[in-house]
């Protein structure tokens, strides 16, 4: 295979060095298009562009393939655990048990917010979308670490890994038990990752509180498989604004808004509150797939289609095993799971999905899990951010850590008037 790739523009030619990754994946190498031709290339939405070289996630999507540092998304999803999952994204290996001891206890002792922050969630009022909590309560915790997020010092580097990974549960929990009017539970360090976010999110001070370990596996199994996704919209996001040198807090706060989009992590909501409008018309999907394919309608069918895949979401397969599994447990059955799985029958067997690659992603199941929970439909997005999270880390980690990071400032094609001269308003 070539090394290089020429680009011929006029009567000058560009060779740009052909890039390899360790799975064969090719890139041509543009950096110096535009000092060599003047030329800048032009790709909407970044589908054939490559931002970054990273080492944290694979994604083969024409085989829906996942992998976290060369580990099968669905081993990590059968036999690690979130913390175990989020040291490898974040360090590049499975830790040692003393190295995921000490990782684990180095976020327990972290889990507290100051005492100070309390009055932020009561000032928020109760129907306050909680993923607008999380965003700004990120912020709101950098205020009380200002001297210590330099991204450029590695203790201070740490100690953020350490206090977003303890504290994003934290204020989560905080942002929904603000939105029900309940007490706020605070963390117990003799739970674990999931545990512990369920007994904040459901325990009252005024009884015992029990962890179903089927849920809190389940939960944990849900963190794992979303726990990052090479990169994606939120990702770049934490990407572009970390590569400002700005710190960790302020980065993930970006991340978390780009998340919410009904587009990206959005989805799941869209998804279960998609399921019950088909349940509202009898189960008829038509008419929800003739919306779909409608060019001139801009709905689209929540919880399928992928940028990168262009088969079934790997993922989309796991979740709805969990989901079958922990539905019969607390829920017996729900009609929206029926309805999903006959859609997603529908859907796969009609042409315009198939001729698109349009597979269900992993918003697709995974609401009907949280519905199973008992979480209420605006908690789900946060779900996927608190999973979402160390993927984050580890990305803006392998970005502030790049010898080539560059602030990330794309250029653009000029499209509005040319030149003219102002006009004095008596004259307009
Ligand atoms: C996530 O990037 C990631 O890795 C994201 C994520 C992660 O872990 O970070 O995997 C998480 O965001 C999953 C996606 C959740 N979003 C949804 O489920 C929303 C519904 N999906 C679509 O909006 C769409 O599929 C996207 C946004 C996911 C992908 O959009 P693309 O890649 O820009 O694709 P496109 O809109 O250009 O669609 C290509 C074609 C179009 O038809 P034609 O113009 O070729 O005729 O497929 C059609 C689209 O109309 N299409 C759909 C569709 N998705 C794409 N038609 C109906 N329903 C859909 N869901």
């Given amino acids: 295979m070539s090394d290089h790739a020429r680009i011929e523009l006029d009567d000058q030619a560009y060779e740009g060095r052909m890039i390899e990754g360790s799975e064969g994946e090719r890139a041509v190498d543009i950096s110096s298009l535009r000092n060599e031709t003047g030329a800048v290339t032009y790709d909407p939405g970044y589908a054939n562009t490559g931002s970054v070289q990273s080492s944290i996630t694979y994604i083969d999507g024409d085989n829906g393939i996942l992998r976290h540092r060369g580990y099968a998304i669905e081993d990590l999803a059968k036999h690690s655990d979130f913390v175990e999952t989020s040291y490898l994204l974040i360090y590049g290996e499975l830790p040692t048990q003393a190295q995921v001891t000490n990782f684990r206890e180095s976020i327990t002792k972290h889990t507290l917010l100051r005492e100070d922050m309390r009055p932020f969630f ?5 129907e306050a979308h909680p993923m607008a909590i999380l ?8 205020t009380f670490y200002q001297n210590h997020y330099d991204p450029s010092n590695p203790d201070d580097v740490e100690i953020s890994t350490y206090r977003l990974m303890a504290k994003l549960p934290t204020v989560a929990a905080f942002a929904y038990k603000r939105s029900i009017g309940q007490p706020y539970i605070y963390p117990r360090n003799d739970l674990k990752f999931a545990a512990n976010f369920l007994h904040m999110m459901f325990a009252v001070p005024s009884e015992p509180y029990e962890i179903d370990p089927d849920l809190a596996r389940a939960l944990t199994e849900l963190l794992i498989l979303h726990a ?12 572009l604004i970390g590569s400002s040198q700005v710190n960790l807090f302020a980065a993930v706060s970006g991340g978390i808004n780009a998340l919410w989009g009904p587009l990206h992590g959005g989805a799941n909501q869209q998804v279960v509150e998609m399921l019950a409008g088909i349940q509202e018309a009898e189960g008829d999907t038509k008419e929800f797939i003739r919306r779909a394919k409608d060019k001139d309608d801009p709905f689209r069918l929540m919880g399928f289609g992928h940028r990168v895949y262009k088969n079934y979401d790997p993922r989309a397969r796991i979740i709805k095993d969990t989901a079958d599994r922990v539905i019969s447990k607390l829920a017996g059955n729900d009609p929206l799971f029926e309805i999903a799985q006959e859609l997603e029958e529908t859907v796969l067997s009609d042409d315009y999905f198939i001729e698109r690659k349009l597979y269900p992603n992993v918003d697709f199941y995974s609401g009907l899990i949280y519905r199973a929970m008992n979480l209420p439909l605006n908690m789900y997005p946060v779900l996927f951010a608190l999973g979402r999270l160390p993927g984050w880390i580890a990305q803006w980690r392998e970005m502030s850590q790049d010898p080539d990071r560059r ?15 102002y006009v004095p308003i008596e004259n307009r």
Avoid: K, M, W
């Fill in 407 to 421: 602030i990330g400032r794309p250029r653009q094609i000029y499209t509005g008037p040319t030149a003219r001269n």
């Fill in 135 to 142: 965003s700004a309560g990120t912020l709101a915790l950098s």
């Fill in 122 to 126: 009561d000032a928020f009022p109760p």
């Fill in 228 to 239: 990052d996704h090479e990169q994606n919209c939120s990702t770049s996001a934490v990407r």
